[in-house]
Each structure stands twice: as structure tokens, then as C-alpha cells.
């Protein structure tokens, strides 16, 4: 019997209890302390991008075609209208096959083909973007001859085939198959069940995950180097070469010139801006769309 | 017309007493249907057999396009670190090492970061904590690789050159590993294998986080009946029934960081050469395509790069594949439960 009032065991397994408190206590101290550092590289990041960036935006920069090293001035305008026409192409591509792939997974789930091409859409989504890179510089470039949008396009667009598939197949799972009996009940055909029944339903999911992918291409450099590969000049012509917001980033970031490397924070800016615009858009357009099924 | 009538039939709940050509128009309109019905499943079936198509000509054309590379050096081609256009004569180790190094830097940062905050986020997190710290890391995966790039260049080598590397090689004492030998200009392997870390966090993070709250309720609760601290809970019994999803995660991760282009590029300082320490600059793979292709003047370095973007492409997949097989092995395992 101790002075407390405890046995010697009693006495051990409340020292004990407390360490094993303790540890406890710093465990759950140290995933925080994980998760602040996981979000300061972001804040960071925003922050320099937005004290570096903004005071060089102005109207200049959105109307303006780069200027040769040592004068000042010049702007991105023609790479911000040639990501928009890059992706332009690239969801042309992206979202037909994407969508009727992610239909064709929905439908016929669960048989062998199915499986496999989605496992193939999971790996082909991790392919390495330098790498589609050079696959579309085998087929398109080196075939035409020379550097150009639709090439660049082509790129982007093979890259959101997969992601779009699968989103597409998550939302159309969504979907209850009552909605479809009730069609095909009424004399729809299958395809027409499929189309304006199902798929209707799930479209605003489906906007959302086109929306997002959209959102990850246009961010897209290593693509473009060898397809789109960029210019100096206005070009709106899918056969010729194009500028992009990124492929403009990277030439000017690594270039020696203070001017040129202020051009670049204030490209990184509007570049991030328009694909945190995009996604943020993806995220209303799906909470309207419940909201408004909720009130309905 | 044949459509009309089948939707005026489908409409009407009496069915109508029919001619004979009412009829026949009905199973035109069948036959239409069926029509329709195959044209739609061809259409689809097309659609999702581009994906496999896709793959396999990735495959075909860099592996033909590398082929006479992969010919002439066999096997050395791995094993070399000779890198000389001119003469003709290429090896992709330097490139290969430097793609690994920055790699396992990445993970050997990126791992436990990524854990615990997806260990933070299901488990331990205030609830009203977990939504937007959750939105603020998978933004970090919603930031274009040559954004990370700048940023690396402008901030993240200044601050490597000056406090950070001094201090890990003199102050922690590392200088005396060969990992930390030499001078350090900046651009190295370090610097690339840390931006990799920022940029594969989310992955991991959310694959992980998408894995832990998989894991039954039933499963906590049982531990903390047993009376286990919340830490013991997390370790005992939600961790060990994640495992192989959340490695599936980092292989994930892996995948990433391998194929990663720009902001490496940008940060590892394209140069061939194998050096231990991570203060030099070296090459990856991706890197050494991104810098070299459009300059590839003669045929043999051209094919010599395909080369490498075969290897490179290979490997990827190899991983991709082993990652969303134990991913999808512990997915389906949660659904059968």
C-alpha cells in the first residue's frame, strides 16, 4: 500500500495510462503540425504570385504580343487567346470520346471489356504528359511537317479522354436505373434512354468533371513544347504554330531578363486564376444543380 | 413518322385496334429501334476501345521510333552514362538516376507530410476543420506544373542556397554524408526532389484520406472500446486496414513524380552526370526530353530520346498499374464488408 492509496500495479498502470496519453496527445500535435505544413507551400505560392504578379498586370498585358528582350512593356494576350483556342480543340476531342467511353463503362459495367478499359483509363491517366508529348509529335507533327494548334489540341485533348471517361462513369452511376426502366418502359429505344434520359440526368455532374479536366490541360506545358510550341506573334490558325499561357510562362521564367521573369509571375497569375475560375465554376454548377433537385 | 406512331402507342394506355399497315409501321419502327440501338452500342463500344487503342500506339510509336537506339546499345543503353550527340553515342543512367533521386526525395517528404494530414483529416480533425484544409491541399494539386516551376526558381532555390542547405550541411552536420558533399549552386536534385514533394502531397493526401474513411466505423469504435487512445485507435486498428490502399496511394504518388516535367526541369539543372550528392544538378528522364527534343538534329539522338521516352513511358505504367491494383483491391474489399 503506497501513501495514495494505490497498489504498486495500480500506481504502474496509471503511469502508464499517462504515457500512452501522452504519445497519444503528441501523435494527434504532429498530423496538425503535417497538415499546416501541407498547406503553407499553397498560401506561399498565392501569396508571391499575387505581390509579384498583380502590379504588372494591366491592359497592356491582356492585349498586347511580347516584345523583344531589352524593351519594355509587351503582353500575353496572344498566348491567353491561344490557350483558350488549345483547349478549345482539345475539349472538341476530349469530351465526345471521353463521354461515350464513360457511357459505354456505365452500361456495360461488370463485363470483361469493361473492367479493362477501365483499369487502361486509370493507367493512361497517369501517362506522363511530356510523354503524350512526344507520341503526338510522331503521329501529327512529323507527318505535317511542321508545329501547329491542332497539334497542340490533339495533346491536351488525349490527355482528358481518360479523366473525362471516368468521371462520366461515376456520375452515370449516380443515376437511378428506375429512371431508365421508366424510359425504355415507354417505348424509348436504348439509345435514346441512354441519351436524353440518363445522360441528362447526370449532366451536370458531368459538366463538373469536363469542367475539371478542362481546368488541369490548360495548365498543361510539356505537352505543347513539341506540338503547339508557341509564338511570338497573333496566331488564331489550328495549322499554324500557337502561343500558350504556360509554354510563355516557362520561356520567359527561365530567360535571363528582370522584365521578362516580372512578365512571367504576372502570366503565372492570370494562368492560375483561370484554372482556379474554372474549377470553382465546376463546383457551383454541381451545387446549384443538387440545390435546385433538393427544392424540386 | 414510324416513331410517331410508336410514341402515340406508348402514350395512350388503350391500345388501339390496328390496321395491317398500322402494324407494319410499328415494326418498322421496331426494326428502327434495333437500328439505333446498334449504331449507339457501336458508337460506344468505339469510344471506349480508343482508350486500349490509345495505349497500345503510345507503346507501338516510341518503341519504334526507339528502336534503333534500344538495337544498337541493348541493354547498356540503361547502364551507360555517356551522353554525346555528335558522336553518336547515348546512355540514359544519368537520366534514369536522377528521375529515381528525385524521386525517393519526393517521397521521403511527401509520405509522412501526406499521411499525416490525411490521418489528421478522417480521424482527428475538428469536423468543421476537415472541409476546407481538405479544399486547400487539393488545390496544391490544381496549381500548373511550370507555376511550381517559377515559383521554384524565384523562391525556392534563394532560399535552398542560403539558409536552407548551409544549415542542413553545416549546422545538422549532413556535410559529412556523401549526400550533402559539394558546392551548392541552386539547381540540383534536392531542389527538384522537394517542389516534386508539393506537388505529389495531394495525390497521396487524398487517395489516403479517400482510403482511411473507407475503413469500417465499427472498426474505431471496436479499439476504443478496448480502451485505446485515439493514436492507438488510429495505429492498431484503422492504419493496418488501410495499408495496402494508402501504399497504393503512394505508388500513386510515385507515378507522378517520375513523369513530372516542367517544374523539374525548371529546378534540377540538366546535367549529365551521376553524383551522390544532392546538391548537384542532374537530368530526369522527362527533363532530358523536354530540354533536348526540339534540338535534336540527327536522327540518332532523335531516336535516343524516344528511347528514353519509352523507358520513361514504361515504367509509369508498371507503377500506374501495381497502384490502382492495390488501390481497387482494398476499394472492392471495403464494398464486400
Known amino acids: ?14 503511469r502508464a495510462r499517462r504515457t500512452r496519453r501522452a504519445r497519444s496527445a503528441v501523435m494527434v500535435a504532429l498530423t ?180 475539371i479536366a478542362v481546368a488541369r490541360v490548360a495548365g498543361e506545358t510539356a505537352p505543347l513544347l513539341f506540338t503547339a510550341f508557341g509564338n511570338q506573334y497573333w ?17 520567359y521564367a527561365i530567360s535571363p531578363y528582370d522584365e521578362w521573369h516580372r512578365l512571367a509571375w504576372a502570366g503565372a497569375l492570370v494562368l492560375i486564376a483561370l484554372v482556379l475560375a474554372i474549377s470553382i465554376v465546376a463546383r457551383l454548377t454541381t451545387r446549384g444543380r443538387f440545390a435546385g433537385a433538393n427544392g424540386g | ?95 534514369i538516376y536522377g528521375t529515381l533521386a528525385s524521386s525517393a526525395v519526393a517521397l521521403l517528404l511527401a509520405v509522412p507530410l501526406a499521411l499525416g494530414v490525411s490521418i489528421f483529416l478522417s480521424e482527428l480533425a475538428p469536423r468543421w476543420l476537415r472541409q476546407p484544409v481538405g479544399f486547400l491541399v487539393d488545390l496544391l494539386a490544381a496549381i500548373p506544373s511550370v507555376v511550381y516551376g517559377l515559383w521554384g526558381i524565384f523562391v525556392l532555390l534563394p532560399l535552398l542556397r542560403d539558409p536552407v542547405i548551409p544549415f542542413l550541411r553545416d549546422t545538422l552536420g549532413l556535410g559529412a554524408t556523401p549526400f550533402f558533399r559539394g558546392v551548392a549552386y541552386g539547381p540540383s536534385i534536392l531542389a527538384a526532389g522537394l517542389i516534386l514533394a508539393i506537388m505529389v502531397l495531394p495525390y497521396i493526401a487524398s487517395v489516403s484520406r479517400e482510403v482511411l474513411l473507407a475503413v469500417p466505423r465499427t472498426q474505431r469504435e471496436a479499439a476504443l472500446a478496448l480502451g485505446a487512445t485515439k493514436w492507438e485507435m488510429v495505429r492498431g486498428a484503422v492504419l493496418p486496414y488501410a495499408k495496402s490502399g494508402i501504399i497504393g496511394g503512394v505508388i500513386l504518388g510515385l507515378g507522378r513524380a517520375l513523369g513530372e516535367t516542367m517544374a523539374v526541369t525548371m529546378l534540377i539543372g540538366n546535367r549529365h552526370d551521376i553524383s551522390a550528392s544532392l546538391l548537384a544538378p542532374g537530368y530526369t528522364m522527362a527533363s532530358l526530353i523536354a530540354n533536348e527534343f526540339s534540338e535534336a538534329s540527327s536522327d540518332a539522338h532523335l531516336s535516343a530520346l524516344m528511347a528514353v521516352g519509352f523507358v520513361l513511358f514504361a515504367t509509369t505504367i508498371v507503377v500506374n498499374a501495381i497502384a490502382r491494383l492495390l488501390v481497387r483491391r482494398v476499394a472492392r474489399g471495403g464494398a464486400v464488408r
Open chain 1, 32 to 211: 496538425g503540425v503535417a497538415a499546416v505544413c501541407a498547406t503553407l507551400p499553397l498560401l506561399f505560392i498565392l501569396w508571391h504570385l499575387v505581390s509579384t504578379g498583380a502590379g504588372v498586370l494591366g491592359l497592356d498585358f491582356f492585349t498586347n504580343t511580347p516584345r523583344p528582350a531589352g524593351e519594355n512593356g509587351g503582353g500575353m494576350g496572344n498566348a491567353i487567346v491561344g490557350t483558350l483556342i488549345l483547349v478549345a480543340i482539345a475539349a472538341g476531342i476530349g469530351l465526345p470520346v471521353g463521354v461515350g467511353a464513360g457511357l459505354y463503362l456505365a452500361e456495360r459495367r461488370g463485363t470483361r471489356l469493361a473492367n479493362g478499359v477501365r483499369f487502361l483509363s486509370d493507367v493512361l491517366n497517369g501517362l506522363p504528359s511530356i510523354v503524350t508529348g512526344i507520341f503526338v509529335w510522331t503521329l501529327v507533327v512529323r507527318p505535317m511537317g511542321h508545329f501547329s494548334a491542332l497539334a497542340g489540341g490533339i495533346a491536351l485533348g488525349t490527355m482528358m479522354i481518360p479523366m473525362v471517361a471516368r468521371t462520366t462513369e461515376e456520375m452515370l452511376h449516380l443515376v437511378p436505373t428506375s429512371l431508365r426502366e421508366a424510359a425504355l418502359a415507354l417505348g424509348y429505344p436504348q439509345w435514346r434512354a441512354s441519351l436524353s434520359i440518363v445522360l441528362r440526368t447526370a449532366s451536370a455532374g458531368i459538366v463538373t468533371g469536363a469542367l
Open chain 1, 1 to 14: 500500500m503506497s501513501a495514495t492509496g494505490l497498489t504498486g500495479r495500480q500506481a504502474t498502470g496509471l
Open chain 1, 235 to 251: 496566331s488564331t490558325s489550328p495549322n499554324q504554330p500557337i502561343a500558350a499561357l504556360p509554354l510563355q510562362i516557362f520561356a
Open chain 2, 1 to 95: 413518322m414510324a416513331r410517331l406512331a410508336l410514341e402515340s402507342a406508348a402514350a395512350s394506355s388503350t391500345i388501339p385496334v390496328r390496321s395491317g399497315g398500322e402494324r407494319e409501321s410499328v415494326n418498322a419502327a421496331l426494326e428502327e429501334r434495333s437500328l439505333g440501338d446498334r449504331i449507339y452500342r457501336a458508337a460506344i463500344t468505339l469510344f471506349a476501345l480508343s482508350i486500349p487503342l490509345l495505349l497500345a500506339l503510345v507503346a507501338w510509336e516510341l518503341l519504334s521510333a526507339g528502336w534503333p537506339t534500344l538495337r544498337r546499345f541493348g541493354v547498356g543503353f540503361l547502364t551507360s552514362s555517356a551522353w554525346d550527340p555528335v558522336a553518336g553515342d547515348f546512355g540514359a543512367a544519368p537520366a
